[in-house]
Protein backbone atom coordinates (compact mmCIF):
# COMPACT_ATOMS: atom_id res chain seq x y z
CA UNK A 1 0.00 0.00 0.00
CA UNK A 2 1.36 3.75 -0.99
CA UNK A 3 1.24 6.30 1.46
CA UNK A 4 2.02 9.90 1.33
CA UNK A 5 3.47 11.61 4.63
CA UNK A 6 3.29 15.35 3.80
CA UNK A 7 4.85 18.29 6.15
CA UNK A 8 6.18 21.82 5.75
CA UNK A 9 2.96 23.79 5.90
CA UNK A 10 2.08 26.59 8.63
CA UNK A 11 1.52 30.14 9.14
CA UNK A 12 3.83 33.00 6.86
CA UNK A 13 3.18 36.80 6.16
CA UNK A 14 2.32 37.37 2.44
CA UNK A 15 5.09 37.85 0.80
CA UNK A 16 7.15 34.97 2.47
CA UNK A 17 8.16 31.35 1.85
CA UNK A 18 7.39 28.16 2.55
CA UNK A 19 8.84 24.83 1.59
CA UNK A 20 6.08 21.95 1.34
CA UNK A 21 7.46 17.54 1.62
CA UNK A 22 5.76 14.90 0.33
CA UNK A 23 7.09 11.18 0.89
CA UNK A 24 5.91 8.20 -0.62
CA UNK A 25 6.25 5.58 1.43
CA UNK A 26 5.98 1.83 1.81
CA UNK A 27 5.59 1.61 -2.00
CA UNK A 28 7.05 -1.74 -3.28
CA UNK A 29 5.28 0.02 -6.81
CA UNK A 30 7.01 2.10 -9.38
CA UNK A 31 6.18 6.07 -8.51
CA UNK A 32 5.82 7.90 -11.95
CA UNK A 33 3.90 11.78 -11.70
CA UNK A 34 3.75 13.27 -8.76
CA UNK A 35 2.22 16.55 -7.77
CA UNK A 36 0.75 19.14 -5.43
CA UNK A 37 -2.76 20.09 -5.83
CA UNK A 38 -4.35 22.49 -3.22
CA UNK A 39 -8.37 23.22 -1.88
CA UNK A 40 -9.43 26.38 -0.16
CA UNK A 41 -12.80 26.79 1.65
CA UNK A 42 -15.78 26.76 -0.35
CA UNK A 43 -13.48 25.80 -3.59
CA UNK A 44 -12.63 22.82 -5.48
CA UNK A 45 -9.30 21.11 -5.61
CA UNK A 46 -6.99 22.13 -8.56
CA UNK A 47 -3.45 21.47 -9.45
CA UNK A 48 -0.90 23.76 -8.32
CA UNK A 49 1.94 22.02 -10.29
CA UNK A 50 3.02 18.44 -11.14
CA UNK A 51 6.24 16.82 -11.92
CA UNK A 52 7.28 13.72 -14.25
CA UNK A 53 10.37 11.10 -13.22
CA UNK A 54 11.81 13.11 -16.56
CA UNK A 55 11.46 16.31 -14.33
CA UNK A 56 9.14 17.97 -16.64
CA UNK A 57 7.02 20.69 -14.95
CA UNK A 58 3.24 21.98 -14.93
CA UNK A 59 2.58 24.98 -13.19
CA UNK A 60 -0.63 26.53 -12.32
CA UNK A 61 -0.45 30.15 -14.24
CA UNK A 62 -1.33 31.65 -10.85
CA UNK A 63 1.96 30.55 -9.49
CA UNK A 64 4.38 30.49 -11.99
CA UNK A 65 7.13 32.48 -10.86
CA UNK A 66 6.50 32.09 -7.44
CA UNK A 67 6.70 28.23 -7.24
CA UNK A 68 8.96 25.36 -8.02
CA UNK A 69 8.10 21.72 -7.93
CA UNK A 70 11.22 19.23 -7.83
CA UNK A 71 11.56 15.89 -6.73
CA UNK A 72 14.09 13.27 -5.72
CA UNK A 73 13.16 10.03 -7.27
CA UNK A 74 16.02 8.04 -5.59
CA UNK A 75 13.40 9.01 -1.94
CA UNK A 76 10.29 9.27 -3.93
CA UNK A 77 9.92 12.55 -2.54
CA UNK A 78 8.58 15.50 -3.57
CA UNK A 79 9.12 19.38 -2.63
CA UNK A 80 7.52 22.24 -3.29
CA UNK A 81 9.24 25.72 -2.54
CA UNK A 82 6.40 28.42 -2.41
CA UNK A 83 7.87 31.81 -2.65
CA UNK A 84 5.91 35.22 -2.91
CA UNK A 85 3.09 33.76 -0.83
CA UNK A 86 0.10 36.24 -1.74
CA UNK A 87 -3.91 36.22 -0.01
CA UNK A 88 -4.96 34.07 -2.79
CA UNK A 89 -2.50 31.19 -2.28
CA UNK A 90 -3.90 29.58 1.36
CA UNK A 91 -5.50 26.32 1.53
CA UNK A 92 -5.58 22.55 2.27
CA UNK A 93 -1.96 21.73 -0.06
CA UNK A 94 -2.46 17.77 -1.20
CA UNK A 95 0.18 15.55 -2.75
CA UNK A 96 -0.24 13.38 -5.19
CA UNK A 97 1.45 10.14 -6.92
CA UNK A 98 0.93 7.82 -9.80
CA UNK A 99 2.04 4.48 -8.56
CA UNK A 100 2.19 2.37 -11.66
CA UNK A 101 2.87 -2.02 -11.46
CA UNK A 102 1.71 -4.67 -13.92
CA UNK A 103 -1.20 -5.86 -12.36
CA UNK A 104 -2.92 -2.86 -11.35
CA UNK A 105 -1.47 -0.28 -13.57
CA UNK A 106 -1.36 2.99 -12.74
CA UNK A 107 -3.35 3.93 -9.42
CA UNK A 108 -3.71 7.24 -7.83
CA UNK A 109 -2.82 8.57 -4.28
CA UNK A 110 -3.67 11.54 -1.95
CA UNK A 111 -1.64 12.62 0.97
CA UNK A 112 -3.39 13.95 3.93
CA UNK A 113 -3.11 17.51 3.60
CA UNK A 114 -1.21 20.66 5.34
CA UNK A 115 -2.45 23.65 6.05
CA UNK A 116 -1.13 26.86 4.43
CA UNK A 117 -2.17 30.10 5.76
CA UNK A 118 -1.53 33.50 4.55
CA UNK A 119 -1.34 36.41 7.21
CA UNK A 120 -1.78 40.33 5.61
Known amino acids: QVQLVESGGGLVQAGGSLRLSCAVS????????MGWYRQAPGKQRELVAS???????NYADSVKGRFTISRDNAKNTVYLQMNSLKAEDPGLYYC??????????????WGQGTQVTVSS
Open 96 to 109: NADSWDSIRGTKDH
Open 26 to 33: RSIFRIDD
Open 51 to 57: ISTGGNT
